[in-house]
C-alpha cells in the first residue's frame, strides 16, 4: 500500500517536468527564463488549473510556442501577455485583472463578510434585549 502511494506522489511530481519537451526550449537561458517567467502567469484553457508549462495539452503547447516566439521577435512580457489576453480573453490570466467585469471576484468576499456580520450583529442585538 505504501509503495503505491510513494510511485503515485513520485509520478505527481514528474508529471509536470513531462509537459515542456526539449525542442520548445530557446537556447539563450535568459530568454528561457522569461518564457518561463511569462508561462507561469498564464493558465492552460483546457486543464484550467495548470499553467501551460505544466499542461500536456494541445492548446498548452501551441499557448507556449506563441509566448517563445514573441519573446524571439524581441516584445516586451507586457506584450506579449496582452497579445496572449486579447486573443484568448482574462480567463487566461492566473491572476485576474482589477476591472469592472471582476469587481464582484475581487470585493465579493469582503461584501459578504460585511453582510455576515451584519446580520449576526442584529441577531445579537435582538437576543440581548
Not at 483546457?46 to 501551460?52: D, R, S, Y
Not at 505544466?54 to 497579445?83: N, T
Not at 490570466?93 to 469582503?110: A, D, E, I, K, V
Request: glycine residues 4%; neutral net charge; charged residues 20%.
Amino acid at each position: 500500500m505504501r509503495a503505491g502511494i510513494v510511485s503515485l506522489i513520485l509520478y505527481a511530481l514528474i508529471l509536470p517536468a513531462a509537459a515542456l519537451t526539449p525542442d520548445e526550449l530557446i537556447p539563450d537561458p535568459a530568454l528561457e527564463g522569461r518564457a518561463r517567467a511569462i508561462s507561469a502567469e498564464l493558465r492552460c484553457l483546457v486543464c484550467q488549473n495548470q499553467t501551460i508549462d505544466d499542461s500536456d495539452a494541445p492548446l498548452a503547447r501551441d499557448l507556449r510556442a506563441l509566448v517563445r516566439q514573441y519573446i524571439l521577435a524581441g516584445q516586451s512580457d507586457a506584450e506579449i501577455i496582452a497579445a496572449v489576453t486579447e486573443r484568448y480573453g482574462d480567463f487566461v490570466l492566473f491572476r485576474p485583472r482589477l476591472s469592472p467585469q471582476n469587481y464582484f471576484l475581487w470585493f465579493g468576499p469582503f461584501l459578504l463578510f460585511a453582510i455576515g456580520l451584519f446580520t449576526l450583529w442584529r441577531i445579537l442585538r435582538k437576543t440581548r434585549s
